[in-house]
Nanobody, 118 residues
Framework: QVQLVESGGGLVQAGGSLRLSCTAS????????MGWFRQAPGKERDFVAG????????DYADSVKGRFTISRDNAKNTVYLQMNNLKPEDTAVYYC???????????WGQGTQVTVSS
């Protein structure tokens, strides 16, 4: 059974940075694309960024382009999200998942809370 564990969230001031991590256990993801999503209070969960596991091609939501960077470490079965120049509107619970395009394929983990103060 696959487990996705997100970590690295926290409280940060606007303009600050955080790096999120997502580790998959129970199965290797060396052949799959992985992505990050976020859900703000009262809103739907939205795609943030994705990375093709084999060649490293990336995709980003327009709202985070130029500020967020997704990367992966195949050996550690881990995907990262470096978030710079954070804005209050980035406040949300962040989740990772295996993806096809911008669609999640697996059950969600517990997520990690990111709160950006103004």
């Amino acid at each position: 059974q696959v487990q996705l564990v997100e970590s690295g969230g926290g409280l940060v001031q606007a303009g600050g940075s955080l790096r999120l991590s997502c580790t998959a256990s129970g199965r290797t993801f060396s052949s799959y694309a992985m992505g990050w999503f976020r859900q703000a209070p009262g809103k739907e969960r939205d795609f943030v960024a994705g990375i093709n596991w084999s060649d490293g091609n990336t995709d980003y939501a327009d709202s985070v382009k130029g500020r967020f960077t997704i990367s992966r470490d195949n050996a550690k079965n881990t995907v990262y999200l470096q978030m710079n120049n954070l804005k209050p509107e980035d406040t949300a619970v962040y989740y990772c998942n295996r993806i096809t395009g911008t669609r999640a394929l697996l059950s969600w983990g517990q997520g990690t809370q990111v709160t950006v103060s103004s």
